[in-house]
T-cell receptor, first 112, second 115 residues
Framework: QKEVEQDPGPLSVPEGAIVSLNCTYS??????FMWYRQYSRKGPELLMY????GNKEDGRFTAQVDKSSKYISLFIRDSQPSDSATYLC????????????FGKGTKLTVNP | EADIYQTPRYLVIGTGKKITLECSQT?????MYWYQQDPGMELHLIHY???????EKGDLSSESTVSRIRTEHFPLTLESARPSHTSQYLC??????????????FGNGTRLTVT
């Protein structure tokens, strides 16, 4: 069983839709959870960072962590064509990054 | 936009050739990393460095080697390229401080094709 599972999609939604992206994980020791966004032919960039359980909001983006279910989500409200990208979840036991475990990424297309 | 640069962006090369993928960052970050990314697959760490003269192998076995002679420079070398090395290689850096405020900054990658 992979440590991190992420549905690769692709996911196609109309502009303005609410998007939900999800990852599940098996290692209960993970404490730091991240979402990276990767545009085509670019490197990933950090979108959201959360520690432990709960919600974190940043503009149209909300990251949610449910440690009891080993499940994390990224919600995008009022989605825009510029949100079209691949979204990668990532997590680690402690801060340090060299032990970061990534999901496969979900490719999202927002249609105008 | 992150100040981390990778060259070349695209490389097509024949089997058996020696290649070096360049990575430089201007942020003064101590930690640097090389990841391999294949379509539809997870990013896998192949090398990392804590600072000058420090290099470590990552989780994914790789025939490549790295060096860290200067803080800003972290090149990756393949002595004899093979078709199995065809992939996208992403370089990244982060501050030495291991708090959660030190995310990875990625370059835009080198897409390598070995024929």
């Amino acid at each position: 069983q992979k440590e991190v599972e992420q549905d690769p999609g692709p996911l196609s939604v109309p502009e303005g839709a609410i998007v939900s992206l999800n990852c599940t994980y098996s290692n209960s020791a993970f404490q730091y959870f991240m979402w990276y966004r990767q545009y085509s032919r670019k490197g990933p960039e950090l979108l959201m960072y959360t520690y432990s359980s709960g919600n974190k909001e940043d503009g149209r983006f909300t990251a949610q962590v449910d440690k009891s279910s080993k499940y994390i989500s990224l919600f995008i409200r009022d989605s825009q064509p510029s949100d079209s990208a691949t979204y990668l979840c990532a997590m680690e036991v402690r801060g340090g990054s060299e032990k970061l475990v990534f999901g496969k990424g979900t490719k999202l297309t927002v249609n105008p | 936009e992150a100040d981390i640069y990778q060259t070349p962006r695209y490389l097509v090369i024949g089997t058996g050739k020696k290649i070096t993928l360049e990575c430089s960052q201007t942020m003064g970050h101590d930690k640097m990393y090389w990841y391999q990314q294949d379509p539809g697959m997870e990013l896998h760490l192949i090398h990392y460095s804590y600072g000058v003269n420090s290099t470590e192998k990552g989780d994914l076995s790789s025939e490549s080697t790295v060096s860290r002679i200067r803080t800003e420079h972290f090149p990756l070398t393949l002595e004899s390229a093979r078709p199995s090395h065809t992939s996208q290689y992403l370089c990244a850096s982060s501050d030495r401080d291991s708090s959660y405020n030190s995310p990875l900054h990625f370059g835009n990658g080198t897409r390598l094709t070995v024929t």
